[in-house]
């Protein structure tokens, strides 16, 4: 990791529910974890079912 770059354009995550690649916006905000916000919703869901305090 460069520390003279923002951590959010070196970041090469994953959906972490279906697990597309996913391509990070330049710029302030959030690293991206979903394709969309229905992934984030069914991976929330799924998460709680298994006991996880989400």
């Keep these: 990791m460069d520390a003279t770059q923002p ?3 070196q970041c090469d995550n994953a959906c ?3 697990g597309t690649t996913l391509e990070q916006k ?3 905000g959030r690293i991206r974890q979903f394709c969309n916000g229905d992934h984030g ?4 869901r799924q998460m709680r079912a298994l006991g996880f305090p989400i």
């Excluded at 919703?41 to 929330?44: F, G, Q, V, W």
């Design 7 to 9: 951590a959010k354009s």
């Design 16 to 18: 972490l529910h279906c």
């Design 26 to 28: 330049s710029g302030p």
């Design 41 to 44: 919703k069914a991976y929330r």
